[in-house]
């Protein structure tokens, strides 16, 4: 296993359009997180997933935003009618619950530019 | 989750051991201490997790007081690679959910 992977690594993107950014998880890991960094500050939490059910979702986490993990595999956070307070970089990352060994394990993240 | 406190930044020669505090004076029984690392560009790093004992792996070593209210995240010998924001990060349960990250501490290690 490659680790958790992200795609695409950069997008740019005019307001007011749609974008939608994949992650797919270490395979057994049981847990998907997805996470925003805006410049100079730390990650912050938008909304995580066991297998297939969303258990929590951040005030962060507006109604142009939605993230998905069908079949518990893979999952997509799409923005709807992007906003230039939209640019981030979005970070995912997945564990394995209850096995704690070895804390999340981030993907390199997808770098958002609204213009 | 119980919020932690950091310095902004900190420097430490090459070679030598980098010692990073954190309070965390409100931590609870069940909660326990995580410490991440962010290389520029990159997503977090797990480091290494503690509960009230002291912990060591292939990366650092994690020292916590008696009554949890503080730890200290060891790096025996810094090297450049090692320059990073490092994260202390409280958070609890049996099956742990969302992790909070503050702001962290920027550690510079000069050659």
């Known amino acids: 296993d490659t680790g958790v992977s992200q795609n695409p690594r950069h997008k740019i993107t005019k307001r007011g359009q749609n974008v939608t950014f994949r992650c797919d998880p270490i395979?057994?890991?049981?847990?998907l997180y997805w996470y925003r960094q805006t410049l100079g500050q730390g990650p912050e939490f938008l909304t995580y997933?066991?297998?297939?059910?969303?258990?929590?979702k951040s005030r962060l986490l507006s109604d142009r935003f939605s993230a998905e993990r069908p079949k518990g595999s893979f999952s997509t956070l799409e923005i709807q009618r992007t906003e230039q307070g939209d640019s981030a970089m979005y970070l995912c990352?997945?564990?394995?619950?209850?096995?704690?060994?070895?804390?999340?394990?981030f993907g390199s993240g997808t770098r958002l530019t609204v213009v | 989750d119980a919020k932690t406190t950091q310095p902004p930044s900190m420097d430490c020669a090459e070679g030598r051991a980098a010692n990073l505090p954190c309070n965390h004076s409100?931590?609870?029984?069940?909660?326990?201490v995580y410490w991440y690392r962010q290389i520029h560009s990159q997503g977090p790093q797990y480091i290494i997790h503690?509960?009230?004992n002291n912990e060591t792996n292939e990366m650092a070593s994690l020292i916590i007081t008696e009554d949890r209210k503080s730890s200290t995240l060891i790096l025996p010998h810094a090297t450049l690679r090692d320059t990073a924001v490092y994260y202390c990060?409280?958070?609890?349960?049996?099956?742990?959910?969302?992790?909070?990250f503050g702001q962290g501490t920027i550690l510079t290690v000069h050659p």
């Open positions: 990352a997945s564990s394995l619950v209850p096995d704690r060994n070895y804390g999340y394990t």
């Open positions: 395979s057994e890991h049981n847990r």
């Open positions: 997933f066991q297998n297939e059910a969303q258990l929590e």
């Open positions: 409100t931590i609870s029984g069940n909660e326990y």
């Open positions: 503690g509960l009230k």
């Open positions: 990060i409280v958070a609890g349960g049996t099956s742990y959910g969302k992790l909070t």
